[in-house]
């Protein structure tokens, strides 16, 4: 791959070339990858990023764009949910105008960036979803190509994906050539070494990393989630060394004390909003990572769920203004006992016409995407899909033309998503009027 690349671009200079060898002191696991990437960007090829997760892909890219001196402008296919999204908020965080704001078309977005005046890499995260049928078959040509299009080597693109690249090409043999950086899983010394500097620098930590991943690294490679269980694990680790049952260095009674714990570790791998609040009770409520449209959808659950239904004509039939004007409640009031401890069953026809009141309501933000229920990102099916998985959502009975749902929202977990999307949520939950 190296061989190809012979200019030398803008970033390869000796001042770029200092800065890249800081990162590598900062990643030395990932010299190569870092070397790689600061040739390809710095003379100008769009580039594929490929390896599984927490592989250190993004951080890597986001160091090399801050060495060839340019701008990283990043975007996630799966927060976007389509072309146009994509294209708009790309455009948008470049500070370029253009007729429509959130929706553009590709001819659209390659006039836009024509006038970029300075040296920019779009990071598109989560590539893998340009192949799927919420993006045009002529999006990922579009972005490959992009300085073909724009006239100009100011605009560079970077890829980053967990798929390999070989994959892309054998669903769509006509995509264009193009560099692809590999990046390989850690190993387990590797991953020691990084769980050490990130953590607390101390022996007792060191050793417990060391245990943890001769229990965990079998079944788990994600450092994140390693490095989660290692800081969930480190006070049950030092509690036999600080009471001086364990002595220090003592592996082997270290490990029996601790085996219990690291079995219920290891089960509870891939949940981590969970366990945290399991694990720490004053930790505030994780937000899950969901689209805007999810978030929403999760909203008009919760307010199906809280709300009598003879009072949705009450709070969702008045206009923007009069909900404006509504008195603000105490958040977490209900209308009755009996619905503050147990949610009610609703159907789908009341999710949906709640979710087109809270959506009219969001559309007032101009940071908001401009979404209606016919033009979700995500289809409305598939997203109650996926919150019932999470266990957000359970479907009650197996009706399959009228199914009907229960909510398992908290009042906090609703409160903080409601702030993310910026919706008052207390105009539209119901309290007793005693």
Not at 37 to 48: K, P
Not at 239 to 260: I, Q, T
């Amino acid at each position: 791959m190296d061989s190809k690349i012979h200019t030398r671009g803008r970033g390869t200079s000796v001042g770029g070339y200092r800065k890249l060898e800081e990162v590598i002191g900062d990643y030395p696991e990932r010299e190569k990858e870092a070397r790689a990437l600061w040739r390809v960007l710095g003379s100008g090829h769009a580039v594929v990023v490929t390896g599984p997760p927490a592989s250190g892909k993004s951080a890597i890219v986001s160091a090399v764009v801050g060495c060839i001196g340019s701008r990283e402008v990043l975007c996630d296919c799966v927060s976007a949910g389509s072309d146009g999204v994509l294209f708009g908020s790309l455009i948008r965080q470049l500070g370029l105008r253009t007729a429509h704001s959130t929706n553009l078309s590709a001819t659209e977005f390659v006039e836009a960036l024509s006038r970029v005046k300075e040296n920019v890499v779009l990071v598109i995260d989560r590539a893998e979803r340009l192949k799927t049928d919420r993006f045009s078959p002529q999006t990922l040509p579009v972005l490959l190509k992009i300085n073909e299009f724009v006239g100009t080597d100011r605009v560079r693109i970077a890829l980053i994906t967990d798929v390999r690249w070989s994959r892309f090409v054998e669903e769509d043999p006509a995509l264009p050539a193009v560099f692809s950086v590999p990046f390989r899983s850690y190993n387990r010394d590797e991953m020691h070494k990084i769980l050490c500097r990130i953590g607390p620098s101390d022996e007792e930590y060191s050793g417990l990393c060391s245990l943890v991943l001769d229990v965990v690294f079998g079944c788990c490679r994600d450092l994140r989630e390693i490095g989660k269980v290692s800081e969930r694990m480190l006070p049950v680790y030092l509690e036999p060394l600080r009471d001086g049952s364990v002595a220090r260095g003592d592996a082997l009674a270290l490990y029996k004390h601790l085996r219990p714990h690291l079995r219920t570790a290891v089960q509870s791998l891939y949940r981590r909003s969970q366990d945290d609040l399991q694990f720490d009770d004053d930790q505030s409520v994780q937000v899950p990572d969901l689209p805007f449209g999810a978030k929403i959808l999760l909203l008009s659950c919760y307010l199906a769920a809280k709300n009598p239904p003879g009072t949705d004509k009450k709070y969702f039939v008045a206009s923007g203004r009069a909900a404006k004007r509504r008195r603000r409640t105490t958040f977490g009031q209900t209308v009755d006992d009996e619905a503050s401890t147990k949610s009610r069953i609703f159907p789908l026809e009341r999710i949906l016409a709640i979710l087109e009141v809270l959506l009219s309501q969001c559309g007032g933000d101009v940071t908001a995407p401009s979404l209606t229920v016919n033009s979700l990102a995500t289809p409305v099916l598939v997203q109650l899909s996926t919150l019932t998985s999470m266990g957000y959502l359970s479907k009650q009975g197996e009706n399959l033309t009228d199914p009907k749902f229960r909510a398992n929202i908290e009042d906090t977990l609703a409160d903080q998503v409601a702030k993310t999307v910026k919706l008052e949520l207390t105009n539209f939950l119901h309290v007793s009027e005693s």
